[in-house]
């Protein structure tokens, strides 16, 4: 079946400017995670979805970042005002329990900002 | 607080040899511990999972690793390694609630 997918592939953003990311997960997986993946490390959380309900986004960096899933199947990860340092790749990754079951992952979307 | 640490930033085999990753974890309780390899542009894909019972757990494309707790550690082991494994291999904590934590990679090379 398909996997979680993920537009656009890569995202080049002046400083300033606001992205929208998005995740299509599998179909009928409960769970949907954001990860921030900067060169040369390891994943590192964002936040979590349990069906619509966002129950953890104690990993958002500022308030600048945003995220949603209002059906409880596709969602966006919003950036405003984008600035250097949130330069990375965005993986999105689902599941059909909590974070404990192993995390399907989409390929990412790179995000470069000038 | 809980943490994944793997020492080796990258590593070379030649094909064909033995390979063992390291990886040591911190976390309170019996954790859940993963595998995961990432090819350059990829997402993750799960290698392996342990979440119980026998200690030597087995995973695709031939790896394998074992949990000791006693020495907090969940290294990864492949007997005979192919130029195709060369990639990065992240190791990770599922911590009981809704975050795994990953740490910061391996990057395997692989010569002939």
């Known amino acids: 079946g398909a996997g979680v997918s993920q537009s656009p592939r890569y995202k080049v953003a002046k400083r300033g400017q606001d992205v929208a990311l998005r995740c299509d997960p599998i179909?009928?997986?409960?769970?949907l995670f954001w990860y921030q993946q900067a060169l040369g490390q390891g994943p590192e959380f964002l936040t979590y979805?349990?069906?619509?309900?966002?129950?953890?986004k104690s990993g958002l960096p500022s308030d600048r970042f945003f995220a949603e899933r209002p059906e409880g199947s596709v969602s966006t990860l919003k950036i405003q005002r984008t600035q250097q340092e949130d330069s990375a790749v965005y993986l999105c990754a689902s599941s059909p329990g909590d974070g404990n079951s192993p995390l399907h992952f989409g390929n990412g979307t790179r995000l470069t900002v000038t | 607080a809980q943490s994944v640490t793997q020492p080796d930033i990258h590593i070379t085999v030649s094909e064909g040899a033995s390979l063992e990753l390291r990886c040591n974890y911190s976390?309170?309780?019996?954790?859940?511990l993963f595998w995961y390899v990432q090819s350059p542009g990829q997402g993750l894909q799960l290698l392996l999972k342990y979440f119980s019972g026998d200690t030597l757990v087995q995973g695709i494309k031939g790896f394998e690793a074992e949990f000791k707790r006693s020495q907090s550690s969940f290294n990864l082991r492949k007997p005979s390694v192919h130029w195709s494994d060369a990639a990065e291999y992240f190791c990770a904590v599922g911590t009981g609630g809704f975050k795994t934590i990953f740490g910061a990679g391996t990057r395997l090379f692989v010569k002939a």
């Open positions: 179909s009928g997986h409960v769970s």
């Open positions: 979805f349990q069906n619509e309900a966002q129950l953890d």
């Open positions: 976390y309170g309780a019996t954790p859940y």
